[in-house]
């Protein structure tokens, strides 16, 4: 039995060829920093002092620099992204990428899908990838083949093929949880939703899925492009170079922002180290929202470290988490995290899945990672990290509508668990590292 779990989950490896082929792709692909469009002098940002750490570990994970001349907004919720999204769709006149973890056959999965065929029919290349797991109920459905029939593009990420034979050839549970959306070479989004409605219909119960999502124009859109062409690539005979040396528009004048993007074929724990040098980079307010909250040591000690040394530390879970383990784990930290004077507050109204993490009403980043050994081990994930007051105010903004519908955990609330209670969440809490 020993010998079979160390086969399944004992490594962080998702088969030779798999990587083999990954490194052939990602060295065949143009350096994004030589694209035309990017000598423009608003594209080299001026960034303080103090946040030049931050985007140096950026670029040290996933190899993109910091730059400028970007804007955002952030969307109202989950309908109005997929809205969003589907206009902009509608508008394309070149081309789409798209890669969701999850798409569902639902309202908003054919909204989705009906836009790319619409496209498609106009004459606009249409490429959407998928994880093969997340997605798995899309693939069956006759919506995928609809999808296909109709010219769209398709890609599965990471095939789980027979659960057996993939002993061979890597681990089963490393899975894509990207969400990449690129159109026209102009625009893109980034954030926690998946394609599919908010109730969720598979985790109905837990319903309604309350995500955040930012549309991106500027050179932060190339970035993206630049990760959907590397997984698209792994995956398919379909060479997309040349859409990463078209000419961008010249941006305007805007504000610094980097993709970072990790995977279990990058460096060790390198979302995690994102997230911590955030963390030890706060001065005055670190405020965070996740769904799953499975931190390695370091993690919980940079968030404690936070709060200790004075500044104003919030964290948003939810109160009713759709895997019972990962709920037990989190709660096994708040004792540690109340003593050191982290706020800590569950939402009440729906599973809050946003992740995102702001710094002293400057810094945000949002994007695809959740706080937990999965997203930081296993999981390939995408986020922005960016600097600028205006679009960090708008996520803060977020953050207090957020706030309004949690209730505040007390350290008294905590000691007065029973002894049942601690035991269950300590005990789940050991399993930890592979949940």
């Not at 140096?56 to 993109?64: P, Y």
């Not at 599919?196 to 930012?214: G, H, I, N, Q, R």
């Not at 209730?407 to 300590?426: F, G, H, Q």
Request: net charge neutral; hydrophobic share 45%; glycine share 6%.
């Amino acid at each position: 039995m020993g010998i079979l779990a160390y086969l399944l989950l004992g490594e962080t490896n998702i088969g030779r060829n798999r990587v083999e082929r990954m490194k052939r792709v990602m060295a065949a692909l143009p350096n994004v920093a030589s694209t035309p469009g990017f000598d423009a002098p608003t594209v080299r940002p001026e960034i303080h002092e103090r946040h030049l750490p931050l985007f140096k570990v950026g670029q040290s994970i996933s190899g993109f620099e910091c730059v400028g001349g970007n804007h955002a907004s952030l969307m109202a919720d989950s309908n109005a992204a997929i809205d969003a999204i589907v206009a902009d769709i509608d508008k394309a006149a070149h081309h789409v990428h798209l890669l969701f973890y999850v798409w569902m056959p639902d309202n908003n999965g054919r909204k989705m899908a009906e836009a790319l065929m619409r496209a498609v029919a106009r004459g606009v290349t249409c490429r959407a990838m998928v994880d093969d797991l997340g997605s798995h109920l899309l693939i069956k459905s006759n919506l995928w083949t609809d999808m296909e029939a109709a010219g769209v593009k398709l890609g599965r990420a990471l095939k789980v093929g027979d659960p057996l034979l993939r002993i061979f050839t890597g681990r089963i549970d490393l899975r894509n949880h990207r969400k990449i959306i690129v159109i026209d070479n102009r625009i893109t989004y980034c954030g926690s939703q998946n394609c599919a409605d908010p109730e969720f219909l598979t985790k109905a119960k837990y319903a309604p899925w309350v995500d955040a999502v930012m549309r991106f124009t500027g050179p932060i859109v190339r970035q993206n492009l630049h990760l959907f062409a590397g997984d698209w690539m792994a995956y398919n005979n379909d060479d997309i170079r040349e859409v990463l040396v078209e000419p961008m528009e010249p941006p305007e004048p805007g504000f610094p922002a980097q993709v970072v993007a990790s995977g279990p074929t990058g460096r060790y724990s390198a979302a995690s180290e994102m997230f911590e040098t955030l963390m030890y980079s706060a001065r005055r307010e670190l405020f965070i929202t996740t769904p799953y909250y499975v931190p390695n040591d370091s993690m919980q000690a940079a968030l404690c470290a936070a709060a200790n040394r004075g500044v104003d530390t919030t964290v948003i879970f939810p109160a009713r988490n759709d895997d019972f383990a990962v709920a037990a784990t989190s709660r096994s930290y708040y004792a540690d995290l109340l003593a050191a004077g982290v706020k800590i507050h569950e939402y009440g109204a729906g599973l809050l899945h946003t992740k995102s993490m702001t710094v002293d009403g400057e810094i945000t980043l949002i994007g695809s990672a959740n706080m937990d050994r999965r997203s930081f081990d296993l999981n390939y994930e995408n986020n922005i990290l960016l600097c600028d007051a205006a679009a960090t105010a708008h996520m803060r903004e977020r953050q207090e509508q957020y706030l309004a519908k949690c209730r505040r955990i007390t350290a008294e609330e905590v000691d007065a668990w029973s002894w049942r209670r601690r035991l269950w969440n300590n005990a789940v809490a050991i399993v930890g590292p592979v949940i």
